[in-house]
């Protein structure tokens, strides 16, 4: 896996899509089944390891290295897997080191490995490969390979081995199974184009690209189709017969997998629903008496392991409607959206179960009208369902349906966090590509203490700043020191000496850990406020003020990994 | 005479009381010993200088020929009495003419490494082991993440790169002194033979080696071709030059480094660099360790670098040693070292600046709030 892993190592430092595009396309070609297979499992996001926890990489390198050492090359690294790949000690090497295994050993042996037998499985791949190959074994194993390509660059490197493009990769992809031997067979021109044997397959979703203010200069309102972006989780359902004429359904999550079985009612609603042949992308949400539920009620079904009589009926789940992608047999993605919401619109007419219904377009003239209906959902046209709207999706009316992230064709525009001005209190050293800066930020607001006010830490942010903040604000770390514990700084933070950073966030909830009794979710550094004294900073009242508010069940919006 | 008595610390940097000179003093001095021509080490302005012929031809190309009253040329193994003392200029395989320097007082050998590497070089002598009681060594790389590959194991990623992206010029920033021909020439062993071009500000230390008989063929100045017209080719430039308007006239050009930073991903990304290379002229963690072994000294100084884990290490293994927390080196072959290493120096008292930990760790130690319950 040496190659694989050079290949790694280099994707992950390359910019360039075309440069990346050609470095996987090269090690295709040369590099053999079923290693490239894997390879292609690797990088599409297809392979996923249990057993092999940060902890047990952490005792490995414990039980083999002085712990003082590794403590100074961790702090100076930043990084476990890449500190444990660096400093491994090198026993045996030229022609006596244990000869490297192939990633298609490796994938084949974790797959048999029971977890007390991963550690001396694990030690003995270490010990026999090189500093790049421990990197990536470690990354890879621990599921935190982030190299920068997508599934979908990785199925445009194949498609290139052969001259196709992606899509035809695409097409065939589901179904397909790592080492994915006869995908090669066929890109090469050795044999014949894989069958999707499967009659209700998922469909690779379109994305959309996050909207700024800024942006809206560029794009003329009259291209554009605008929609609720509704806060459930993105689903695809299909339908289809087999070919023994049995009718199908499946429902998938937007990453391909199959999440039938937690929705059963959902399923026999659509196989019951002689109407219902075809693809429809749209968002899975709770509906009581006719009304979204916010994601919280959602949420509370999802984390149901036994899916039971009772919660089917209170727990209602349903399907708003965003897109029509297949129409019985006929594949509407080529199709321009105008074209394709005309034939869902057709569609979900037709249907007899109320279990899926359209999701609206918003009427909009200009861009001033589409803020403020995304200000105001309730007054332009979501009515009691405006809690559950999340923001607003924007697609051009020409945009076929391309599964990725597409650029120009959907954009998906949030509605504003909340935000608070607060004082920085104490810095610490970041992880990674951060390590030598300091870029974790421990914040304050003002409260009435024993001695007068005083700032109390709510919350610690380590991004939402550029590169050119995150230098200022190091810099502004160093020179305003007044105390160190350890790898903390504490920073001057006082009425007419300090920092303000006006910190968004996206939820907040009470929290008996924390000092203030507030913990903050999402919490980013959304601007510096170098014109601000910390005395003007808000105070502990304001976030108090906002939480009593979502208690009252409004806007909480929290976050699942299935949300877009 | 015990060591402390043959060198101590003065603010200009190691000084020999006897013998009345200086080691690579960071200002002006009456008389000093240049273990090599990187800028740090090798500074104008001293009244005698005593150095190999070529160090001082570097800095004579650095500095023009009057960058010292006086010069003395040390041929390597050769001893010179100073005084009482007497010293020996013995290679150190750093960069061409560099030398550790020999310091003998009645029984007592002290060794001064200057900045030394073990790994080939086809541009300079090789690194002498010399046994003594006291080795003070460089820690530029003193870290056990620190373990540099095989040369033509990076010089093979950089020629696959030029293979693969054949119409890309290849910007390799590396230092102008010693990496830079080292680079071509460890190239040059693989039998690539189309020109290699360099960047101006490398011109004349190139020339000066190609005078002193390094092997490094067909070299061309990058100004004298045009930068448009060089799509595929090997470009040697400095450092800062990557980041530079000058890059960017080149044909999409690919980004490499070549340090012995470039180990560690987090230094090359902070860069923008696309092709690292981890070629270093410092001798790595594993030859730090080996080399001290080799000296067999009792007593280990460290000078500049990653000082804490060489210290501890040392006295893992039963060797007296200590840092020095020597400023102003590291400059010009270690420019890049993050803040954490090259700004917290303590100064020449040898206390430590930074603070250790004495309370309770305040906010920051809890669980990070930002992250999404589990
Ligand atoms: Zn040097
Ligand atoms: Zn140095």
């Given at each position: ?68 050492l590794f403590a100074l090359s961790y ?490 | ?54 160090t001082l031809g570097i800095m004579g ?305 809890r669980p990070r709030e930002g992250e999404?319950?589990?």
């Amino acid at each position: 896996m040496n190659r694989f892993a050079a290949l790694l190592d280099r994707l992950a430092y390359e910019p360039r899509r075309n440069a990346k595009l050609r470095l996987m396309t090269e090690f295709f070609r040369v590099t053999a089944d079923p290693e490239r297979g894997y390879a292609l499992a690797a990088l599409t996001g297809a392979l996923s390891f249990a057993g092999a926890k940060p902890g047990l990489i952490r005792r490995l390198i414990t039980e083999r290295t002085d712990r003082v050492l590794f403590a100074l090359s961790y702090d100076y690294v930043g990084d476990l897997s890449e500190t444990v790949a660096l400093m491994w000690p090198q026993g045996r090497t030229g022609h006596n080191r244990p000869p490297a295994p192939t990633l298609a050993e490796v994938v084949e042996a974790l797959s048999a490995t029971l977890k007390p037998d991963l550690p001396p499985l694990l030690a003995g791949w270490l010990d026999a490969l090189d500093e790049t190959g421990r990197w990536a074994l470690l990354k890879l194993i621990t599921g935190a390979l982030r190299i920068g390509v997508s599934a979908r660059l990785a199925k445009a490197a194949v498609a290139d081995l052969g001259g196709l493009a992606v899509n035809e990769v695409e097409e065939v992809w589901h179904g397909l199974e790592p080492p994915y031997v006869a995908l090669f067979a066929w890109v090469e021109g050795r044999g014949p184009r894989p069958q999707a044997s499967d009659p209700a397959p998922f469909r690779p979703p379109m994305l959309a690209h996050p909207l700024d203010e800024e942006d809206f200069a560029a794009l003329a309102p009259s291209e554009f189709a605008a929609e609720w972006k509704w806060d459930g989780i993105r689903v695809q359902a299909v339908k289809a017969r087999r070919t023994d004429g049995r009718a199908v359904a499946r429902l998938y999550s937007r990453t391909g997998e199959e999440i039938s079985a937690a929705f059963p009612d959902l399923v026999q609603a659509l196989i019951d629903d002689e109407a219902f042949w075809g693809a429809i992308d749209g968002e899975l949400l709770v509906l009581r008496d006719g009304r979204v539920q916010s994601f919280n009620v959602l949420q509370q079904r999802l984390n149901r392991k036994a899916v039971t009589p009772k919660l089917l009926v209170d727990f209602p789940a349903h399907i708003r409607a965003y897109d029509l992608l297949a129409d019985g047999e006929s594949d509407l993605r080529p199709l321009p959206f105008a074209e394709r919401r005309q034939r869902l619109e057709e569609f979900v007419r037709r249907l007899a179960s109320h279990r899926v219904d359209l999701s609206p377009l918003i009427p909009f003239v200009d861009w001033a009208a589409l803020a403020s209906a995304r200000a105001e959902p309730a007054s332009a046209g979501a009515v009691t369902d405006a809690e559950a709207v999340e923001g607003c999706m924007l697609k051009r009316l020409d945009s076929p349906y391309v599964p990725g992230r597409p650029k120009g064709l959907w954009f998906k525009w949030k509605r504003d966090p909340f935000a608070v001005d607060a004082v920085l209190m104490y810095a610490q050293r970041g992880h990674g590509k951060r390590s030598s800066f300091y870029s974790d930020y421990t914040f304050g607001v003002w409260r009435d203490g024993e001695g007068g006010d005083e700032l109390v830490p709510v919350g610690k942010a380590y991004f939402g700043f550029t590169d050119e903040e995150l230098k200022a604000l190091d810099l502004f770390v160093r020179n305003h020191t007044v105390n160190r514990f350890g790898p903390v700084r504490e920073i001057a933070h006082e009425p007419d000496r300090g920092l303000v950073l006006e910190v968004a966030f996206e939820g907040l909830q009470r929290s008996a850990r924390h000092k203030s009794g507030l913990a903050m979710r999402f919490p980013r550094i959304s601007r510096i406020r170098w014109d601000k004294p910390p005395r003007d900073a808000d105070r502990i009242d304001l976030l108090e003020t906002m939480l009593a508010r979502i208690e009252a069940g409004r806007a909480a919006r929290p976050r699942a990994a299935e949300r877009e | 005479m015990r060591p402390a008595d043959i060198l101590t610390l003065t603010p200009a940097g190691l000084f020999c009381p006897p013998g009345d000179f200086h080691v690579d003093p960071v200002r002006p001095v009456a008389r000093a010993l240049i273990t090599h021509g990187h800028s740090d080490h090798a500074r104008a302005g001293h009244g005698a200088v005593l150095a190999t012929a070529e160090t001082l031809g570097i800095m004579g190309v650095r500095y023009g020929e009057a960058f010292a009253g006086s010069t003395q040329i040390a041929t390597y193994g050769e001893p010179i009495a100073l005084g009482p003392v007497r010293v020996t200029f013995v290679p150190a395989g750093h960069v061409l003419g560099s030398a550790q320097i020999i310091i003998e007082a009645g029984p007592t050998r002290i060794v001064v490494s200057g900045d030394y590497k073990r790994a080939p070089d086809p541009t300079c002598r090789a690194f002498e082991p010399v046994s003594c009681d006291v080795f003070i060594t460089e820690a530029t790389f003193g870290l056990p993440v620190f373990r540099h590959p095989a040369p033509g194991a990076e010089i093979a990623k950089l020629l696959q790169s030029v293979a693969l992206f054949p119409e890309q010029a290849h910007l390799v920033g590396a230092y102008p002194l010693g990496k830079a021909q080292r680079l071509i020439a460890l190239i040059r062993e693989t039998g690539y033979e189309r020109p290699i071009y360099v960047h101006g500000a490398m011109e004349r230390l190139t020339d000066y080696y190609v005078a002193q008989s390094v092997q490094l063929g067909d070299i061309r100045l990058v100004r004298a071709e045009g930068r448009a017209a060089l799509g595929g080719a090997i470009v040697i430039c400095p450092p800062g030059a990557l980041q530079d308007l000058w890059a960017r006239r080149f044909p999409d050009p690919v980004a490499a480094f070549a340090s012995g930073w470039m180990r560690v991903r987090a230094r090359a990304r902070q860069r923008g660099v696309e092709l690292p290379l981890v070629v270093s002229d410092h001798a790595d963690w594993d030859d730090l360790c080996t080399t001290i072994v080799e000296t067999g000294a009792e007593e280990v100084w460290v000078t500049h670098g990653q000082e804490d884990a060489l210290v501890h290490w040392c006295l893992l293994n039963g060797i007296k040693a200590r840092p020095l927390h020597m400023l102003g080196y590291g400059d010009e072959d270690a420019t890049e070292a993050p803040p954490a290493a090259s700004g917290q120096a303590g100064g020449l008292d040898s206390t430590p600046a930074v603070q250790v930990a004495t309370g309770r760790v305040p906010g920051p130690g809890r669980p990070r709030e930002g992250e999404p319950s589990p």
